[in-house]
């Protein structure tokens, strides 16, 4: 027969396969429990490092904004709301230009990179397309004390004077936030989006219908999350704004640097803090849900 050992060489060292002892096998019960606590140890561990991170230096920034007075010491040794008292007009006045441009960029960004989107979608990324992508995404790789020096030198002079102007800050920070406005404009744009405007364009539907009525509400998401990353990046810019901005322009980023360098670290920590919960409120606003108006 097959499974005689004598006349089948396989059965016959299959019989003497040593198995470990019952103990030393590995239980599934058991390999369940070590990847439950595995993955339990390093979620713990992602969630300190982005306490660590994150989390830890925006309150030290809060504590500091109503310490009477830190320093050597774990915690301040009194509170006091005089920092926020001490604040002026104009820093105030720094406020409302960082929400202004900030508002005014993440517009912009998003409107032109909603364009650029849409004008490539479909194209041939191998000739003029693939051009077209590359420059759009060129700010993302130079840095932006180097993009502000040079929109400095090439704006200065006449005919396109933008030296002593605002527009250059604006400018700058365009350039900055569109190659992530356009990145969030082109992956919301789905190849089944691509199927609808296609099938109301073979209904007889206009461009400018297809575009009101199909494409936009089903980028409504995709321009939401342009707008809020580039208001983000706009507050928080420091670099190109602090190369071209004009006398008498101040956004909050450059009101806290310099009154770092002056050693202010209390108030600087106050002004940020009012930054910190403005921008909060204008993310929250930007990412609020519109509710549908139900037709009658």
């Known amino acids: 027969m097959a499974n005689n050992p004598a006349t089948n060489p396989v059965a016959a060292a299959s019989d003497h396969i040593a198995l470990p002892p019952k103990h030393l096998r590995a239980r599934p019960v058991e390999r369940s429990v070590l990847a439950r606590f595995g993955s339990g140890v390093l979620l713990a561990l992602a969630a300190l490092l982005c306490f660590w991170l994150f989390v830890l230096p925006v309150i030290v920034v809060a504590l500091s904004s109503v310490a009477s007075h830190w320093s050597g010491t774990i915690l301040p040794d009194g509170f006091s709301t005089r920092w926020f008292e001490r604040l002026g007009s104009s820093d105030f006045d720094a406020l409302t230009t960082s929400l202004e441009v900030g508002f ?9 990179g909603l364009w650029l989107a849409l004008a490539l979608e479909g194209r041939d990324r191998r000739g003029l397309g693939a051009i077209a992508d590359a420059l759009a995404m060129v700010p993302n790789g130079v840095p932006s004390v180097v993009l502000g020096l040079a929109v400095l030198i090439a704006y200065h002079k006449a005919p396109v004077d933008l030296s002593s102007s605002a527009a250059i800050v604006v400018f700058v920070q365009l350039a900055l936030v569109l190659p992530f406005c356009y990145r969030c404009a082109a992956a919301g744009l789905r190849p089944e989006l691509t199927v609808l405007r296609e099938a109301a364009a073979s209904l007889g539907a206009p461009p400018a219908m297809v575009l009101r009525r199909v494409v936009l509400p089903q980028l409504v998401p995709a321009i939401r999350a342009s707008l809020a990353l580039g208001f983000a990046i706009s507050l928080g810019e420091l670099g190109a704004t602090l190369t071209v901005y004009p ?3 101040a956004t909050v980023p450059i009101v806290v640097v310099g009154a770092v ?3 202010y670290y209390l108030p600087a920590s106050a002004l940020s803090l009012i930054l910190l919960i403005v921008s909060l409120a204008a993310l929250s606003l930007i990412a609020a849900r519109v509710p549908r108006r139900r037709a009658d």
């Open 261 to 263: 360098e002056r050693g």
């Open 104 to 112: 005014g960029v993440a517009v912009l960004g998003t409107a032109l």
């Open 247 to 249: 006398p008498g322009f």
